[in-house]
Antibody
Framework: QVQLVESGGGVVQPGRSLRLSCAASGFTFSNYGMHWVRQAPGKGLEWVAVISHDESNKYYPDSVKGRFTISRDNSKNTLYLQMNSLRPEDTAVYYC???????????WGQGTLVTVSS | QSALTQPASVSGSPGQSITISCTGISSDVGGYNYVSWYQQHPGKAPKLLIYDVINRPSGVSNRFSGSKSGNTASLTISGLQAEDEADYYCSSYTSSSTQYVFGTGTKVTVL
């Protein structure tokens, strides 16, 4: 069965960096685009980044563009999110999600909490 | 890109049907058949219920159904059950630079 396990969250000061990882299993990772989606405490979902199966295409919303970088290692079945210049408003649970049919998210990890605070 | 608009809360009694709306604009919900719906129980990850407006993944109950008219998509839950009490989010592809946009979320309460 599909499993996505995020790690790397924690407490970080504003302006610092953090890298999240998402270990995938139960499907052919190299065949699928992958996403990061976040959810601030008590708030709704916000899409953060997407990467194509071969890393050739990457897209971000304006809120993180230039600060966050999505990447993947298909040999390790692992997705990454490098987050730089972190702000308090980046505080959220970060989920990795597998691309579904086309523009949906068919499997999600359990999430990892990132807290940006001094 | 603003979030899609959903009612903050919807409630119903067991066995009833309820409908959650998701309103966007012509560059997202109205322009593409790429609306999906997610269920999220407290402290849990979202779960895909509907994709491409009307399609249900295998394993999702047929009590969940989706539709769309103009700029508004809808999720209907029929035969409401206690386990359906959760938050529900819609999502759509958008031709704006954001690419993906979520709804504001709806809390469903089973009375």
């Amino acid at each position: 069965q599909v499993q996505l396990v995020e790690s790397g969250g924690g407490v970080v000061q504003p302006g610092r960096s953090l890298r999240l990882s998402c270990a995938a299993s139960g499907f052919t990772f190299s065949n699928y685009g992958m996403h990061w989606v976040r959810q601030a405490p008590g708030k709704g979902l916000e899409w953060v980044a997407v990467i194509s199966h071969d890393e050739s295409n990457k897209y971000y919303p304006d809120s993180v563009k230039g600060r966050f970088t999505i990447s993947r290692d298909n040999s390790k079945n692992t997705l990454y999110l490098q987050m730089n210049s972190l702000r308090p408003e980046d505080t959220a649970v970060y989920y990795c999600a597998k691309r579904g049919a086309l523009f949906d998210f068919d499997y999600w990890g359990q999430g990892t909490l990132v807290t940006v605070s001094s | 890109q603003s979030a899609l608009t959903q009612p903050a809360s919807v409630s119903g009694s067991p066995g009833q049907s309820i409908t959650i709306s998701c309103t966007g604009i012509s560059s997202d919900v109205g322009g593409y058949n790429y609306v999906s719906w997610y269920q999220q129980h407290p402290g849990k990850a979202p779960k895909l219920l509907i994709y491409d407006v009307i399609n249900r993944p295998s394993g999702v109950s047929n009590r969940f159904s989706g539709s769309k008219s103009g700029n508004t998509a809808s999720l209907t839950i029929s035969g409401l059950q206690a386990e359906d009490e959760a938050d529900y989010y819609c999502s759509s592809y958008t031709s704006s630079s954001t690419q993906y946009v979520f709804g504001t979320g709806t809390k469903v309460t089973v009375l």
